[in-house]
């Protein structure tokens, strides 16, 4: 071949090469985009923002699925969506992990696989500075409020009383701090954020009416190549401080803003 037609196969080639590259990093299966799935209601996991750490999305989580996705040389995406879709677009395909402060339970374990944890939390009672209301079963003739989906609903539904579910825990929050209902069952971290946001609030805990809960990263089931690698990075975090830090800083943040 002369040396100007080899200079032209080579251009040709990785000009052939690029648009191979181009099509796989597209899409988010086997490229090298890592797509998370998320609910950004959920202060200091996941939340908006003007400057966040993945576009406007800012939180603990957040800071989680970018250095999963460095550290394993990919591009992180994040999608926003409600949280009782994520499990439903993460076993469609549509995204390929979810991280929303979820709990590993094992009714979602029937449909998807979990990492290991990288957070422990528990439900706790939001109520008025003033209730009365001092453990869970003393929620049994209050009106208690409740977000869809959540695990603090399967908790109340399974001590069989009655609540009204909102769409997002500032809406539960709001209509406590109206005087509209007298409890909101939620998640630890998220619980202190809202009590920070709000005047005339606290958090009553009652250990032994919630288990804890433990917060992992859901992919497909059996898609272990992806697992494989998001347990690593959760390891290495949790092992080298990454995760506590994260959750000093942003517990801090999100009660000082
Ligand atoms: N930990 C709770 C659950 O898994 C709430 C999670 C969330 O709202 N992001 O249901």
Same mark, same amino acid.
């Given at each position: #071949? =002369?040396?100007?037609?080899?200079?032209? $196969?080579?251009?040709?080639? #990785?000009?052939?090469?690029?648009?191979?590259?181009?099509?796989?990093?597209?899409?988010? =299966?086997? &490229?090298?985009?890592?797509?998370?799935?998320?609910?950004?209601?959920?202060?200091?996991?996941?939340?908006?923002?003007?400057?966040?750490?993945?576009?406007?999305?800012? &939180?603990?989580?957040?800071?989680?699925?970018?250095?999963?996705?460095?550290?394993?040389?990919?591009?992180?995406?994040?999608?926003?969506?409600?949280?009782?879709?994520?499990?439903? *677009?993460?076993?469609?395909?549509?995204?390929?992990?979810?991280?929303?402060?979820? $709990? /590993? $339970?094992?009714?979602?374990?029937?449909?998807?696989?979990?990492?290991?944890?990288?957070?422990?939390?528990?439900?706790? #009672?939001?109520?008025?500075?003033?209730?009365?209301? $001092? =453990?869970?079963?003393?929620?049994?003739?209050?009106?208690?409020?409740?977000?869809?989906?959540?695990?603090?609903?399967?908790?109340?539904?399974?001590?069989?009383?009655?609540?009204?579910?909102?769409?997002?825990?500032?809406? /539960?929050?709001?209509?406590?701090?109206?005087?509209?209902?007298?409890?909101?069952?939620?998640?630890?971290?998220?619980?202190?954020?809202?009590?920070?946001?709000?005047?005339?609030?606290?958090?009553?805990?009652?250990?032994?009416?919630?288990?804890?809960?433990?917060? *992992?990263?859901?992919?497909?089931?059996?898609?272990?190549?992806?697992?494989?690698?998001?347990?690593?990075?959760?390891?290495? #975090?949790?092992?080298?401080?990454?995760?506590?830090?994260?959750?000093? =800083?942003?517990?801090?943040?999100?009660?000082?803003?």
């Amino acid at each position: #071949m =002369k040396k100007a037609t080899k200079v032209l $196969t080579l251009a040709l080639a #990785m000009i052939m090469l690029a648009g191979v590259l181009t099509a796989c990093g597209g899409g988010s =299966k086997n &490229g090298s985009t890592l797509t998370f799935g998320t609910n950004p209601e959920f202060p200091p996991f996941e939340y908006v923002t003007s400057n966040g750490v993945i576009g406007e999305f800012d &939180g603990i989580d957040m800071a989680i699925a970018k250095q999963i996705a460095d550290e394993n040389g990919m591009t992180v995406a994040m999608e926003s969506m409600e949280f009782d879709s994520l499990l439903v *677009a993460l076993q469609n395909g549509q995204i390929d992990a979810v991280i929303a402060g979820m $709990t /590993a $339970t094992d009714e979602r374990r029937e449909t998807v696989d979990f990492s290991t944890t990288y957070y422990t939390a528990t439900q706790v #009672m939001i109520v008025k500075e003033d209730s009365d209301i $001092t =453990k869970a079963t003393d929620m049994a003739d209050k009106k208690i409020c409740v977000v869809q989906g959540y695990t603090g609903e399967v908790c109340v539904q399974e001590m069989g009383y009655s609540y009204e579910a909102f769409k997002k825990g500032t809406e /539960a929050v709001l209509e406590l701090v109206n005087g509209k209902c007298d409890v909101v069952v939620i998640d630890s971290a998220t619980a202190k954020k809202y009590v920070g946001d709000n005047e005339g609030l606290k958090i009553v805990e009652d250990a032994s009416a919630f288990e804890s809960e433990e917060y *992992a990263i859901a992919v497909q089931k059996g898609n272990t190549e992806l697992l494989d690698k998001i347990n690593a990075s959760i390891e290495k #975090m949790l092992s080298d401080g990454t995760i506590n830090e994260l959750a000093v =800083k942003y517990t801090e943040e999100a009660t000082a803003e």
